[in-house]
């Protein structure tokens, strides 16, 4: 796992917050926090999304939005793009609301995950139970085979991320 911080510009980070975190950008309502193939009852259990880049499926193709996060592109060695993914979730009702352990996608990949603003929230991974606050311009890039949760702040009204999941050089 790698963690870098100060990820990209100051310039290029305003941009993305600009946008993402702005009223003019476009979410989708998922009933859930991860792909799971039942419904959960657990009203807590949503979030919206916007997909920048999907290989396959429903969202295939490239967002309107997808030049925003070539300065994040640019920081990681990618051959191949499998999906890019933004999350925001909305300020949970009491403290350390997971999301759910998973992994991203089945294939041998690599997922990265840019936290555009800073929260309470945090990721964590389910084997170490090591955690990474959200810092906005944060970069944490590990193998996608790593169980790991998103948790909602509780300082904030929103906690927005970029997840990447792609096969490196």
Same mark, same amino acid.
Do not use: L
């Given at each position: 796992m790698r963690i870098i911080d100060s990820a990209i510009s100051e310039i290029d980070l305003e941009t993305i917050q600009n946008l993402l975190l702005g009223i003019n950008f476009s979410w989708y309502f998922f009933s859930s926090t991860i792909n799971k193939h039942t419904i959960d009852d657990d009203i807590n259990d949503f979030q919206l999304c916007h997909s920048f880049y999907a290989k396959a499926g429903s969202m295939k193709g490239y967002s309107e939005h997808f030049k925003v996060i070539e300065p994040i592109l640019d920081k990681l060695k990618i051959r191949t793009l499998i999906r890019i993914k933004a999350n925001l979730r909305t300020v949970a009702p009491k403290q350390d609301m997971i999301a759910g352990w998973h992994t991203d996608t089945k294939l041998k990949s690599t997922t990265a995950i840019f936290y555009v603003n800073t =929260? =309470?929230?945090?990721?964590?991974? $389910?084997?170490? &139970? $090591? &955690?990474?606050k959200s810092v906005e311009n944060r970069l944490v890039i590990f193998p996608t085979e790593l169980e790991h949760c998103g948790v909602s702040c509780t300082d904030n009204k929103q906690r927005v991320v970029i997840n990447f999941n792609y096969i490196k050089e």
């Open positions: =929260n =309470n929230g945090y990721t964590i991974f $389910k084997e170490s &139970k $090591k &955690k990474v």
